[in-house]
């Protein structure tokens, strides 16, 4: 099987028989060791609750680019499920250095919360509300808000 094959049958298998897909990952990491084959092992074991495995994955593709948001978030959210705040929030906040995304801060917030860093909000932020005046009258202005795509699933370079 070709690594394209192996990667998207693993891709599959994801949902259906996580052990396989981990076997398929684990092949293509021997065979063809990228970031993207280290990322999605990781990804995978650490939703098998493989943690050595998981950690070992996520240094082998952080050996492979350090700059990864992607696997610096993998690493923050592998430290906020083993509630070691301090290591989450210096991953989370190297990748916040690389690029700022809704999601990283999102994670950032929960590993901050963890270290005492933060409070809970205690009431909801107040919205601004923008209007124009047109004669005697208030028009409101609606603004659309955009959604941000969260950390998607890497996709085979």
């Not at 990228?34 to 939703?47: E, M, N, W």
């Not at 696997?71 to 290591?87: I, K």
């Not at 250095?97 to 205690?122: C, D, H, Q, T, Y």
Request: overall charge positive.
């Amino acid at each position: 099987m070709s690594g394209q094959e192996l990667f998207e049958q693993a891709i599959l298998l994801e949902d259906t028989d996580r052990l396989q897909a981990l076997a398929l990952w684990r092949e293509l990491a021997t065979s063809k060791p990228t970031l993207v084959a280290y990322l999605c092992l990781g990804r995978c074991a650490k939703r098998l609750g493989l943690d050595d495995e998981a950690r070992e994955a996520f240094e082998k593709a952080l050996e492979i680019d350090n700059r990864s948001v992607l696997v610096l978030v993998q690493w923050g959210l592998f430290a906020v499920g083993r509630r070691d705040y301090d290591a989450a929030a210096n991953y989370l906040s190297q990748a916040a250095a690389v690029e700022e995304r809704p999601a990283v801060f999102s994670v950032l917030g929960v590993a901050l919360r963890g270290l005492g860093k933060i409070s809970k909000r205690k009431r909801p932020i107040e919205r601004p509300f923008a209007s124009t005046q047109t004669t005697k009258r208030h028009t409101s202005i609606s603004v659309s808000c955009v959604r941000t795509p969260a950390l998607q699933r890497p996709r085979p370079c």
